[in-house]
């Protein structure tokens, strides 16, 4: 399993996902429909991303040795998909 370090900024925009999502009245599995369904020309086929990864990116997931929950990092094409499906611009999402 690759781990990768959390930052601050992928922190920010997970709460900001978060926070829109919620805004809109939708579930994790919403918004994977969402993302998977969403064509343009930089994911022609959607994008794909689990619930379950939604919710760790959202929330992390509890250690198992006692330190803070792990959450993964937001790359570079989940910040363009999310964008698109919020109909907003990728810049909006970062702090």
């Known amino acids: 399993m690759i781990r990768t370090r959390d930052t601050k900024i ?15 009245h939708w579930t994790v599995v919403d918004l994977s429909e969402k993302l998977h369904d969403h064509r343009c020309y930089l994911h022609p086929e959607g994008y794909d991303m ?4 939604i919710g760790v990116l959202e929330n992390g997931v509890p250690s198992q040795h006692g330190y803070g929950p792990r959450k993964r990092s937001v790359t570079v094409d989940d910040l363009i998909a999310l964008a698109h499906v919020f109909d907003i611009e990728p810049w909006e999402l970062l702090p």
Do not use: C, I, L, N
């Open 10 to 24: 992928s922190q920010r925009v997970a709460r900001t996902v978060r926070g829109m999502r919620k805004d809109r």
């Open 50 to 53: 689990s619930p379950a990864v």
